[in-house]
């Protein structure tokens, strides 16, 4: 497979209104292939979610470069869709008009529109809310409405900033099965950031990990697991000792973040 | 007072007096709102288009309408236009800061989470700020007709010759309190009947605001 994404040398200084300079990244190579399913580990505040805003192009880097199928990213676009983790719907529209937005925005013709929407009003499980506005769906509904609304956008690529952080554990557990069907189902590549040990390990086919702040890419691990993955892997001896080894590293940079 | 209110009503043609006062605060409320609300959502929207008018609408906000009058008078005469203008000048500016605010604050992540979507920056005016500022804008409307309402009776009080403001200062040479405190209550009802109403509009059109 070829590298569909390239990150080049990106690193991120923030600069406080006082001129104070702190390095959020230090420089980070790394390649995505197409298809593949990466998740990016790290404790809080380590730049992770820095590195997925560049990659969108909300944020611009201080030094190097995000090629995406070797064109330079100048800026947002509709190319790398994206899910956040707090709830990003529109509230003033419902289920359907929000999965439509990009698609109205793109000038799509309405049936197609439709016809797209409800596909992916299927496959998230949401038939029956699409008149349903943000506001009367649960955070797992509005999670699965963003999904599907970055999905049906067709993106090259799909960057997820710790989409489940805000969800309770048996609906995140349920969103994690759900998205790997659909990614299982539907090839794409996927960049997931997250700071949840078997999230990680269970979406992934590589897990890159990252340093505490200045943030790097510490260790890189592949995930063998064949797909489709079922939910009880996750209690196999495989996937045990993957956890205890990221476990490890984990813990070494969220200490060091703690001293900081 | 209920007699002379009875009196009003069909001696002294008081229901014109009422629909003139209406007429002009509607006439200059509404001129106010279609120039101030795209002035306000541009500078909300742009930061330029803020640097540039803020200054200015800042300075103007805090000019109060009615010393407006005696200017007005000179220069647009006794007539209906000066009416409406002093509602005008008094409801503009404010709608234009307030509205400016509000489309300012709008939520960033949805901005963003619009960009990802491949909206362009007119996009994200049309469909994510003027939508999502919607609801306030029409509330800020609702307060400001509020306003309106008390410099049309400022208005109406210097050089009139018809409107609720009108009759009551013709009362007050009269000595007649009856109809004066009738005509006060009659702005505060209409007030509160106008109140109501924009407040169930409003409901109307954004129930998704009030989920």
Redesign the interface.
């Known amino acids: 497979m070829s590298s569909q994404l390239s990150i080049q040398g990106v690193s991120r200084v923030f600069t406080s209104p006082k001129g104070q300079a702190t390095q959020a990244l230090t420089p980070v190579d790394f390649e995505v292939c197409e298809n593949d399913f990466v998740t990016i580990l790290g404790p809080s505040g380590c730049g992770k979610s820095t590195l997925l805003r560049i990659v969108a192009g909300l944020d611009q880097p201080t030094t190097g470069q995000v090629l995406l199928d070797g064109v330079p990213v100048q800026g947002p676009g509709a190319d790398r869709g994206m899910v956040f983790q707090s709830y990003t719907l529109f509230p003033w529209l419902n289920v359907e008009q929000n999965i439509r937005f990009g698609l109205r925005e793109r000038g799509m013709p309405e049936n197609e529109q439709k016809e797209r929407s409800d596909d992916f009003i299927a496959k998230v499980g949401l038939r029956g809310f699409e008149q349903h506005f943000p506001k009367q769906l649960s955070g797992g509904m509005q999670q699965r409405t963003a999904i599907a609304r970055a999905l049906a956008n067709d993106p090259k690529i799909l960057l997820m900033d710790e989409p489940f952080g805000a969800l309770d554990n048996q609906t995140r557990v349920l969103m994690q099965e759900l998205l790997l069907g659909i990614w299982e189902s539907a090839q794409k590549t996927v960049l997931f950031v997250t700071h949840d040990i078997d999230e990680a390990i269970f979406m992934a086919n590589r897990v890159a990990v990252f340093s505490a702040r200045p943030g790097r890419i510490k260790t890189e691990l592949a995930v063998d697991f064949p797909h489709p993955r079922h939910y009880t892997i996750k209690t196999s001896p495989e996937f045990m000792a993957l956890k205890a080894q990221l476990t490890e590293e984990i813990r070494a940079e969220a200490m060091a973040t703690d001293t900081h | 007072m209920v007699q002379e209110a009875i009196l009003l009503f069909t001696e002294f043609n008081f229901s014109h007096d009422i629909a003139m006062t209406i007429w002009r605060v509607l006439a200059g409320f509404i001129l106010a709102s279609l120039i101030a609300v795209p002035l306000g959502i541009a500078m909300g929207a742009h930061k330029g288009v803020e640097a540039f008018l803020e200054p200015f609408v800042s300075f103007c906000r805090y000019l109060p309408a009615s010393a407006f009058i005696p200017l007005l008078i000179l220069w647009a005469g006794i007539g209906e236009l000066q009416k409406v203008l002093v509602i005008f000048i008094g409801s503009v500016f404010q709608i234009v800061l307030m509205v400016a605010v509000c489309v300012g604050a709008a939520r960033r992540?949805?901005v963003?989470?619009?960009?990802?979507?491949?909206?362009?920056p007119s996009?994200i005016v049309k469909?994510?700020l003027i939508?999502?500022a919607?609801p306030e804008i029409a509330e800020i409307l609702r307060l400001v007709l509020g306003w309106a309402w008390t410099y049309v009776i400022v208005a109406e009080l210097i050089g009139s010759s018809s409107g609720i403001g009108h009759m009551i200062t013709d009362s007050q040479a009269l000595l007649n309190t009856g109809q004066i405190i009738f005509g006060i209550i009659v702005i505060g009802l209409i007030g509160l009947v106008s109140d109501f109403a924009f407040k169930a509009l409003n409901r109307r059109l954004?129930a998704?605001?009030s989920?």
Do not use: I, K, Q
């Not at chain 2, 963003?112 to 362009?120: D, N, Q, R, S, V």
């Open positions: 992540d949805l963003e989470a619009a960009y990802t979507l491949g909206a362009a996009g469909r994510v939508p999502g919607a954004f998704w605001s989920l």
